[in-house]
C-alpha cells in the first residue's frame, strides 16, 4: 500500500514530537483499561466466591420471624439449609465492664454451608460456640469486639439475659461482605443459645436466614420460582449466588463508571494534546506535503499517508496504556486486597481491555482527522508562498461529518456502555458544555487580546502571544480548565458530604439511638433516659415492619416505579403510626387525621415515595404486616426532611388497628458529650435487650467511608490535571523555539529579562485567571447537580474550597509557563540571532 | 507512464504551453497584489526556454501557474494538452504525475527518505512497476549511483541538486521546470548541474523552462523571455545555440 509506504518513511523522522501524542493517549488509555481490568477481577472474584459470599445457592431472608414449618419443609425437601439469625445488640464484658453494640450472628452446625470461617484459634465452629458440660455456651468475636470492651478470649461476655465464654476471634467470616452497613463488631453464637438471652421479642429488629444448598439437579432460578409462586405471602426476600452482593454489585457498577469517566475525561483532555501534537508535526511537514504534491500526490494520498502515522502512533500509545492498564491492577492485587474486603481474581481481562482501546481509537482519530484534512488541503503553492494567502479555512464536509460522527460514537460508547446511562448521559453532557464553553472563551480571549492596544510594552508583548497564529491560549485554556472544572466540582462534592455528616448535623442530631425497647419497658425506659443528668428531648415511636403488597389493586411485584424510588417496594420497610404529624414532616397533600381517630386504616405517605408509586390521596395500599394484609387508604401525602437524623418513616398509618399488633419501639435523646457515658451505662446495665446506637460512632464511620471515597476520587481525579500538564507541556514545547527567538530579539533591543518576564506572567496569568474563574463557576454548577440531582440533597457552596482548587490551577500553570521562560531568558541572543 | 512522444511534425502544429493573458492576485493583509498581469506565451515541444527578471517580477509564481501549482486570478492555461484551469487540485496532481518535472532551488527533497526512495516518489505515484529500477537508472544518470541510501541531510548541496533532477527527470516528463537550480549552489556545481540537465531535457525531448538570474545560463536557450512587473517585456530567439546540447552530448 503505497500510502503506508510513504508513512513509513516518513516515521524514520523520529517520534520526537510525539512523545506527548502518545503519553496523552497512554495515560487516558491505562486509567479506563486499568479500572476496568480491577472491576472485572473483583466482579469474577464475585461470582467464584458467590456461593461461600451468600452462603448458599439460594438465600431466603425474613423478619422479625422464623420459618413456619411449612416454609421449613419446603426449604429443608429442595436441599440442606443453614439457619442463622442476626441483630443489634448490646454486649457487656463482666471483667472489664465495657458495653458496645454489636451485631450478632446466631448459627446452627449447619453453617457455613460454602467456604469456611477462619478463627484465630484452633477448632470446629459448632464445638467452639456449643455449651460444654453444663457450662457456658461460646461465642466467636471480631478482633474490634476484644477491643471495644477491653477483653480478651476466656472472658465473660453478656448478651441480652445470656453470659457466653469468649472463645475464638474471627479472622475472617465467608458471607461477611454480603451484609452491608454495620454499626458494631460481629459476635457470633450458637442459634441454640439464642433463645437464652431473650434478645427476640415479638417487634424485634432481627433476621433470619435460610441459606440452602440445593440438591443436584436443581437450579438456584427454578428454586425461586418455586418459592414465588407457592410461598407468594411469605415475604421473603430470595437471592441467589450469583445476585448474593447486590449492594457490592452497584457499588461496582457506580464507582467503576465514575472512574472510567474521570478516565475518559482524562483521554479527552489528552485528545487536545494529540490534536496539538499532529498539528504541530504536520505544520513541520508543510514542505514535504507541498512537494508530495508537487510530484502528484492528491489530497486523498496525503491524507492518508498521515492518517497512517496518526493510527501507528496512536496504537503504540494505546498499546503502553493497555498494558499498564492490565497489568497494574494485577501487580497490586496483593495491596488492594488488604484495602477492598472483596475477592479479587488478578488476571487478563479482554473486555476492558477491548473497551479501553476503543475509547482510546475513537479519542485518537476524532481529534485527528481535523488537523490531517487541514494538512491534505495544504496547497503545492505553499512551497513558494506561505504568508501572503493563508488558507484557513473549514476541511471538506467529509471530514467534518467524520469528525462529528466519531464525537458522537464516543458519547455513544459512554452511555450505551454505562449501566448508570443518566449519570453516563449527563457526564457526557458536562464534558461538551465544558469543551465548547472553553473553547468559546478561548475564541474570545485571543478576539480581544487582538483589540487591546495598550501603550506598555510588557503588555503589548504578553497580548500578542496571546492571539498571534498557533497561540497555546486555546489549548492551555482547554486542558487547565476542564480538569480544573472537574477538580472543583469533586472538591465541592466532598466538602458537601462531609458538611452533611459533620458541620451541619451534630447541633440537631441526638446522642443516642435506641432500638428494640419492648411496649413494657416504655414507661420504666423514660424515666430511666430522663432521670440521667443531660439527657433531654425523648422521642419515642412505635416500629414495626411490613412491605407493600399492592397499590391500587395491583400487586407489588407488577408495579412500574421510577428507578429512584424502587426501594420502597423491596422487601420489608419500616413503619409506624402516630396520633399527631410527626416533627420534621410537612403536610401537602390531604389532611391528617384526629387525634382519637380509631376507623378504618388510614395511611400518611412521604412525596417522592407516593410520585414513585404514582398515588394520590384517596387510592388504596394493601401492606403486609407480620403476615397480615391491612389495607389502607391514602389520608395525606407528607414531605420529609430526610437529613434531620430525626425518626422518619415512608409509611405512617393511623393508630388503632396497628396499635394492638405486636411491635417495638425507636427511640432519640439528645445529649451533651459529658452527659453520654452516664446515660449509655444507665440504659444498657438496666436494659440489656435495648440496642444501643452512639450517633457519634455512625457519624465517624461515615467520615472515615467519605474520607476513604474522597481519597480514591481525588486520586483519580489528579489524573485529569496530570494529563492537563502534558498538554500543557505539550503547547509550551512547541511554542518554546518561538519563545526563545523572541526573547534573544527582545533582549537584543535592550528589554531587561523583568520586562520578559512580566510579559509572560501577565499571558499565563490571565488565561490562568480565566480558566480559574471559568472553572470556579463550571466546577460549582456540576457539583451542585450531582448534589441536588443525582443525591438529593441540599447544596452547600464552600467557595473557599472551589477558590483554592482553582486558583490552585492558575499557580501551576503560571510556574509551568514561567519555567519555560525562564530558559528563554537564560539563553544568550547572539547564537539565536545568528541561526534567525 | 507517458513521456513526450510527440512527433516533430505533430510538435510543429501543437503549441505545449499556451498562456492567454494570464493575471494572477493575490490577497494579503495589506491589500491585493498583482503578481502576474497580463501574460501571453506559447511555447513548442522540445524547445528550451530562459525566464530572466528582476526580483519579485513573477518569474517563479509564472512556473508555479506552470506547474499547476498555482491558479490564475483569470486567462488561459493549456499546458501538456490540458486547460489548467478546469482541473481539480487532484485532477492536477494527477496531470503533473506523468507530465512534469520540477527542480526547486531550494531541492524540496524530502528528509526523510533516501536519495533512491525521492527520485522513487513520482514513479510510485504513477504505479510505475519498475520504480525503483527507474529511479535507480535516473540516479546512475546524474553520477549518484553509489548515493542511493544516502538521506538529503547526508548529501552536498550539489548532490542534493542532481537527486532533485534525479527525481524530476525519472518520470520522463514533457515538461522540464527549473526555478534557479543553480541559486544555492556555487559556481562550478551549478555548471555541473545545468549541463546535466540540458543533457536530460534533449536526451528526452522534454520542454525545458528554465527561470534564473544568471543572463548566461539563460543564454543557452533557445529563446529567453524577459519579465518585469508581472508582464512580457521581450521575448528574444536564438535558433543557433546549441552549446549545452553539445555539452551534454
Known sequence: ?836 | MASSSATPSAVEREPIIRLNDVQLTLASTAGPVNILRGIDLSVRPGERIGIVGPSGSGKSTLLAVLAGLERVSSGKVHVAGADLNGLSEDRLALWRRNRVGIVFQSFHLIPTMTALENVTVPLELAGAADAVARARAALAQVGLAKRETHYPAQLSGGEQQRVALARAVAPRPALLLADEPTGNLDGSTGHAIIDLMFGEAARLNSTLILITHDENLAGLCDRVVRIEDGKVKSIESRPDNKAPQQAAD
Open chain 1, 1 to 836: 500500500m503505497l500510502s503506508l509506504r510513504f508513512s513509513l518513511r516518513e516515521l524514520r523522522g523520529g517520534l520526537r514530537g510525539f512523545r506527548l501524542f502518545v503519553a496523552c493517549l497512554g495515560l487516558g488509555v491505562a486509567v479506563i483499561a486499568g479500572i476496568g481490568t480491577l472491576s472485572a477481577s473483583i466482579v469474577t472474584g464475585l461470582e467464584r466466591d458467590g456461593r461461600s459470599l451468600l452462603g448458599g445457592d439460594v438465600e431466603f431472608r425474613l423478619i422479625h420471624r422464623g420459618t413456619t414449618a411449612q416454609e421449613q419443609t419446603f426449604l429443608q425437601s429442595r436441599g440442606s439449609v443453614s439457619e442463622t439469625v442476626q441483630m443489634r445488640a448490646m454486649a457487656h464484658a463482666l471483667r472489664s465492664d465495657e458495653r458496645t453494640l454489636v451485631e450478632l450472628k446466631a448459627v446452627d452446625a449447619a453453617y457455613p454451608l460454602y467456604g469456611k470461617i477462619d478463627l484465630e484459634q484452633p477448632g470446629d465452629l459448632a464445638d467452639l460456640l456449643a455449651a460444654k458440660d453444663g457450662g457456658l455456651p461460646g461465642a466467636a468475636v471480631d478482633p474490634q469486639a476484644l477491643i471495644r470492651l477491653n477483653a480478651q478470649p476466656g472472658d465473660r461476655l453478656g448478651i441480652g439475659e445470656a453470659e457466653f465464654e469468649i472463645r475464638a476471634v474471627i479472622a475472617r467470616e465467608p458471607d461477611r461482605a454480603t451484609d452491608g452497613l454495620t454499626l458494631g463488631p460481629r459476635v457470633m453464637i450458637a442459634a441454640d443459645a439464642l433463645q437464652a438471652t431473650q434478645l427476640v421479642q415479638p417487634g424485634t429488629l432481627a433476621y433470619w436466614h435460610y441459606r440452602v444448598k440445593l440438591r443436584p439437579g436443581l437450579t438456584a432460578a427454578q428454586m425461586q420460582d418455586i418459592a414465588q409462586k407457592d410461598f407468594a405471602a411469605s415475604g421473603w426476600r430470595i437471592r441467589d449466588w450469583k445476585e448474593g452482593s447486590p449492594g457490592i454489585r452497584r457499588f461496582l457498577d457506580r464507582a467503576g463508571l465514575f472512574l472510567v469517566l474521570v478516565g475518559l475525561t482524562a483521554l479527552l483532555i489528552g485528545g487536545v494534546g494529540v490534536a496539538n501534537a499532529v498539528h504541530a508535526h504536520l505544520d513541520g511537514k508543510t514542505p514535504t506535503i507541498a512537494t508530495l504534491k508537487s510530484l502528484g500526490a492528491t489530497t486523498g494520498l496525503i491524507f492518508r499517508v498521515y492518517l497512517w502515522q496518526t493510527l501507528l502512533l496512536a496504537a503504540f500509545g494505546i498499546g503502553i496504556g493497555l498494558v499498564a492498564g492490565a497489568a497494574l491492577p494485577n501487580l497490586a492485587a496483593g495491596a488492594l486486597a488488604e484495602v477492598l474486603p472483596l475477592p479479587l481474581v488478578p488476571g487478563f481481562y479482554w473486555q476492558p481491555l477491548a473497551l479501553a482501546a476503543a475509547y482510546g481509537l475513537l479519542v485518537a482519530l476524532a481529534f485527528t482527522i481535523w488537523p490531517l484534512a487541514r494538512a491534505a488541503e495544504i496547497r503545492p503553492a505553499a512551497l513558494y508562498r506561505d504568508l501572503v494567502a493563508p488558507g484557513k479555512r473549514l476541511p471538506r464536509p467529509a471530514y467534518v461529518i467524520t469528525t462529528l460522527l466519531l464525537f458522537a460514537a464516543l458519547a455513544a460508547l459512554a452511555i450505551f456502555g454505562a449501566e448508570e446511562r443518566r449519570f453516563a448521559g449527563a457526564f457526557v453532557f458536562a464534558a461538551i458544555v465544558a469543551f465548547v464553553l472553553f473553547r468559546l472563551i478561548a475564541i474570545g480571549i485571543a478576539r480581544t487580546a487582538r483589540h487591546i492596544r495598550p501603550r506598555n510594552v510588557r503588555l503589548k508583548l504578553a497580548f500578542a502571544s496571546l492571539h498571534r497564529p498557533g497561540a497555546a491560549t486555546s489549548a492551555l485554556l482547554l486542558s487547565l480548565g476542564v480538569s480544573l472544572t472537574l477538580l472543583v466540582a469533586i472538591a465541592l462534592v466532598e466538602s458537601n458530604l462531609h458538611a452533611q455528616v459533620e458541620e451541619r448535623l451534630p447541633d440537631e442530631a441526638p446522642a443516642f439511638f435506641f432500638v428494640d425497647i419492648q411496649p413494657a419497658q416504655m414507661d420504666d425506659f423514660r424515666s430511666t433516659v430522663l432521670g440521667s443528668a443531660g439527657a433531654r428531648d425523648l422521642e419515642t415511636v412505635p416500629n414495626m415492619r411490613g412491605r407493600i403488597a399492592s397499590v391500587k389493586g395491583v400487586p407489588a411485584e407488577q408495579i412500574e416505579v421510577s428507578p429512584d424510588q424502587r426501594w420502597v417496594l423491596q422487601g420489608d420497610r419500616g413503619l409506624t403510626y402516630a396520633r399527631d404529624l410527626p416533627a420534621g414532616s410537612t403536610l401537602l397533600a390531604g389532611q391528617w387525621w384526629p387525634r382519637d381517630y380509631d376507623g378504618p386504616p388510614l395511611i400518611s405517605i412521604e412525596d417522592r415515595a407516593a410520585k414513585g408509586l404514582g398515588v394520590t390521596v384517596g387510592d388504596k395500599l394493601v401492606v403486609n404486616v407480620l403476615g397480615r394484609d391491612i389495607e389502607a387508604e391514602v389520608a395525606s401525602i407528607r414531605q420529609l426532611d430526610w437529613s434531620s437524623f430525626g425518626i422518619n418513616f415512608v409509611l405512617v398509618f393511623s393508630p388503632g388497628l396497628l396499635e394492638r399488633a405486636p411491635h417495638t419501639f425507636l427511640a432519640t435523646v439528645k445529649a451533651g458529650p459529658a452527659a453520654e457515658l452516664a446515660l449509655f451505662r444507665a440504659v444498657t446495665q438496666k436494659f440489656p435487650n435495648i440496642s444501643v446506637v452512639r450517633m457519634k460512632d455512625v457519624l465517624t464511620e461515615l467520615n472515615t467511608i467519605v474520607l476513604k471515597l474522597g481519597a480514591a476520587v481525588r486520586g483519580a481525579a489528579a489524573i485529569t490535571l496530570i494529563a492537563g500538564l502534558i498538554v500543557l507541556a505539550g503547547a509550551l514545547a512547541a511554542e518554546h523555539r518561538r519563545r526563545l527567538k523572541e526573547g534573544a530579539i527582545l533582549k537584543a533591543l535592550g528589554a531587561t529579562r523583568r520586562d520578559v518576564i512580566l510579559a509572560h506572567v501577565i499571558e499565563y496569568g490571565s488565561v490562568g485567571l480565566v480558566g480559574a474563574v471559568m472553572a470556579f463557576g463550571l466546577g460549582w454548577a456540576a457539583a451542585w447537580a450531582m448534589v441536588t440531582l443525582m443525591m438529593n440533597a441540599t447544596f452547600y457552596f464552600a467557595p473557599g474550597v472551589a477558590a483554592a482548587t482553582a486558583l490552585g490551577g492558575v499557580a501551576a500553570t503560571l510556574l509551568l509557563g514561567l519555567a519555560g521562560a525562564w530558559q528563554a531568558l537564560a539563553a544568550k541572543p547572539a547564537p539565536l540571532l545568528r541561526t534567525a
